[in-house]
């Protein structure tokens, strides 16, 4: 199979292209700086490269003609996202991204489904940590629950270390005041007033203190698989109050994967209430791994039985999905038990 890394250079490209050939697959590397492709190139002692501008369509569909699949992994996607996806639907290639930006999220199932089914590829967006891991655990604890009251997704980290890339979108997030947000079993678009609430975490965490609501990915994803009346997502206040989160974009791999995470899903229903977790180290080759997984299962034909748009959640089953990355050791994983069908 060949799989093409967009953005091949960058922490979470490369982490994706390690495991790539950790599999045996023949890996492209392909992004913006021709350069560096080439470099990295030459320390993994051989790949093919492909330069692609953004601002080349031809180039960026001639990467994705030459592809089974594309996992795009250079944010921040508000820029880089359309291009790319769009160049992966007239390539022809199935298509992951890495996308927590609800907008761009937005756009690919508003603009790119009906593409998708015409090129008859799979297009699987948001397989972010931010994003990916709460639609996927949402899927997987609301299993064959009805009427929802409501969806929490919440995310706890720690040592935290931003790249360039990731910066940039954190930037752009707080400050864009178009924020999508779901409530009353509908979406809504507008600036919304950020509030504290409580997250009541299991032990070791306990109940943190937490912002809401955060502006990612899943609460665009979630409804269209999660009948409820309300989706959340929410982030523990203490993540962004450690400044080195902002200010060591430039330390050492090593260092950077020394975060620690849980995210965890509660759903609420009249008379009662689900939750499920995983916690674990690393957050950057949690991502980089899933949207690997990802694109083996849809080079193997593994994916959806219909072309189009999805979230990891509607693209593969989400609990059998997060069994399986939990043995790959990205994490530890805690699910209910699916309820007794009556």
Not at 252 to 268: I, L, N, Y
């Amino acid at each position: 199979m060949n799989i093409a890394v967009y953005g091949a250079t960058g922490h979470t490209g490369r982490l994706a292209t390690a495991e790539l050939r950790a599999r045996g697959a023949e890996v492209i590397l392909a992004g913006r700086d021709e350069g560096k492709l080439k470099a990295m190139a030459d320390e993994l002692g051989g790949a093919r490269v492909r330069q692609a501008a953004l601002d080349d369509p031809a180039a960026l569909r001639e990467l994705a003609a030459e592809a089974d699949v594309l996992i795009h992994c250079a944010g921040p996607f508000t820029h880089t996202g359309r291009p790319v996806a769009q160049a992966a639907a007239d390539g022809g290639c199935h298509y992951v991204d890495h996308a927590l930006e609800q907008h761009h999220t937005a756009w690919m199932y508003a603009e790119m489904d009906v593409r998708a089914q015409s090129a008859g590829i799979t297009m699987v967006t948001a397989m972010s940590f931010y994003g990916g891991l709460g639609d996927l655990l949402a899927g997987a604890v609301a299993a064959g629950m009805s009427e929802v009251d409501r969806v929490t997704v919440a995310y706890a980290v720690s040592d935290w270390m931003l790249t360039t890339g990731a910066k940039g979108t954190a930037e752009l997030l707080f400050a864009d005041t178009r924020r999508i947000t779901y409530t009353d079993g509908a979406f809504h678009v507008g600036d919304v007033e950020p509030r504290n609430a409580v997250y009541p975490f299991p032990p070791p965490l306990g109940p943190r203190s937490m912002i809401a609501p955060l502006p990612s990915s899943d609460v665009v994803t979630i409804p269209r698989h999660v009948t409820a009346r309300r989706v959340e997502a929410q982030l523990t206040a203490d993540t962004f109050s450690d400044e080195r989160a902002f200010t060591n974009e430039h330390v050492d791999a090593a260092t950077r994967a020394g975060s620690h995470f849980t995210v965890a899903v509660q759903v609420v229903t009249a008379d009662g209430n689900r939750a499920g977790q995983a916690s674990g180290r690393d957050l950057w080759k949690e991502s980089a791994v899933a949207s690997v997984e990802a694109a083996v299962r849809l080079a193997d034909g593994r994916g959806p039985d219909r072309p189009g748009v999805y979230s990891p959640a509607q693209a593969f089953a989400a609990a059998p999905f997060l069994h399986d990355l939990e043995r790959l050791g990205l994490f530890t994983l805690t699910l209910p038990e699916p309820p007794t069908p009556s």
